[in-house]
Structure formats: C-alpha cells, structure tokens
T-cell receptor
Framework: RKEVEQDPGPFNVPEGATVAFNCTYS??????FFWYRQDCRKEPKLLMS???SGNEDGRFTAQLNRASQYISLLIRDSKLSDSATYLC????????????FGQGTTLQVKP | DGGITQSPKYLFRKEGQNVTLSCEQN?????MYWYRQDPGQGLRLIYY???????QKGDIAEGYSVSREKKESFPLTVTSAQKNPTAFYLC????????????FGAGTRLSVL
C-alpha cells in the first residue's frame, strides 16, 4: 500500500464547476498535511496547509479526518487557471521534517 | 528576492560522467532536500539535511551524493553509478521540523546523451 494515495484522474470539468479531490495516508503518526499545486513541467507550490478543524482560502476548502486518515480538497467555481496537478502531502511523523508526496490528481478545467 | 535557485535548468550527462546540480537558498532555512520526479509519479526523496555539515539518505540515495558545507547551499552530484538518471530534480528548503512547509526551486531536467 502506498503511504499517500490519490486518484490520478484526470478530472475534466467545465468552468464554474465544483470539484473534490480525496487522499488517504497510512501513517497514523503524521502531524502535518498540505496540498501543493504543480503546473506542467514546473515546481510544486504550496496551495494550503490542512488543519483538523478544516480551513478555507477563497474558493478552496481543505478538510482532514484523522480517524479515517483522509484529506480532501474542494474547489468551487473552477477557473481555467485551476488546471494543474494537485499533490497531497503528509509528513512522516517524528522530527525529521520529511514529507511524503502523493502522485497527484490532475485537473483540467474546460471552457 | 528571497527564494531557492537551482542551476542549470537543463543538463545533459554522458555515460560514465558525474554531474553536479546546484541549489542555493537565501531564505535562512535550516533544512534542505533533494527530490527526483519521474513522469506521472510523485516526488521521491534522495537526500536531506537539517543542519550544516550533516545530511541523511532518503528513499533513493544510491548513485547520488551531497554535501552541506554552507547553510545556503546543498549541491547534488549524480554519479556514474546512477544508471537511470533521466528525471526532473527538485531542491526544497524549510524551517526545521515541525514547521516544515517546504519551498521548491524551479528544478533541473537531467537527460542522458
């Protein structure tokens, strides 16, 4: 079983749609959770950290369910510029700072 | 501007050759990391360093070497022992754990001639 699992997609949605991505992780000791965005042939960039209480940043909402070891990202009112690969990222626990990256979910927003 | 600079952007390696990828940061981060990304795959950790003059192997360290002589710099050498070096190499840095949001450089694309 992979340490961080994501549906690779692609998710093809029309502009204005709401789309949700899910991610599961296997290490119950993980304490930090993130969503990164990666554009084609570019470096990953932090989209948002994920907190137990859930958090929102504009059109983006992230949720964490520790009991089920499950993280989600919701994008409302999709824009063409949201087209990218979204990486679910989890720390390995302990004090090493090491992160585990999912393989990513690809989103394509169509006009 | 604060950030992470990787060079070169593109690099070609001949058979039997060692090549070195540069990574410099001016974010005053203690920790630095090297990842490899193959098409359609997630990032895999090669080496990481939490402090100057100290570094640890990641998941795929074989065929690679690093040094950390300065806080700002963490160069990666891809040795001739790495038989499949063609990939996208990403350097990242962060504050020390647990404040471990990682920020990435623009990457180096390495190909074999």
């Amino acid at each position: 079983r992979k340490e961080v699992e994501q549906d690779p997609g692609p998710f093809n949605v029309p502009e204005g749609a709401t789309v949700a991505f899910n991610c599961t992780y296997s290490n119950s000791a993980s304490q930090s959770f993130f969503w990164y965005r990666q554009d084609c042939r570019k470096e990953p960039k932090l989209l948002m950290s994920v907190y137990s209480s859930g958090n929102e940043d504009g059109r983006f909402t992230a949720q964490l369910n520790r009991a089920s070891q499950y993280i989600s990202l919701l994008i409302r009112d999709s824009k063409l510029s949201d087209s990218a690969t979204y990486l679910c990222v989890v720390n390995r626990g302990g004090n090493t700072g090491k992160l585990i990256f999912g393989q990513g979910t690809t989103l394509q927003v169509k006009p | 501007d604060g950030g992470i600079t990787q060079s070169p952007k593109y690099l070609f390696r001949k058979e039997g050759q060692n090549v070195t990828l540069s990574c410099e940061q001016n974010l005053n981060h203690d920790a630095m990391y090297w990842y490899r990304q193959d098409p359609g795959q997630g990032l895999r950790l090669i080496y990481y360093s939490q402090i100057v003059n100290d570094f640890q192997k990641g998941d795929i360290a074989e065929g690679y070497s690093v040094s950390r002589e300065k806080k700002e710099s963490f160069p990666l050498t891809v040795t001739s022992a790495q038989k499949n070096p063609t990939a996208f190499y990403l350097c990242a840095s962060s504050l020390r754990a647990p404040r471990n949001i990682q920020y990435f450089g623009a990457g180096t694309r390495l190909s074999v001639l």
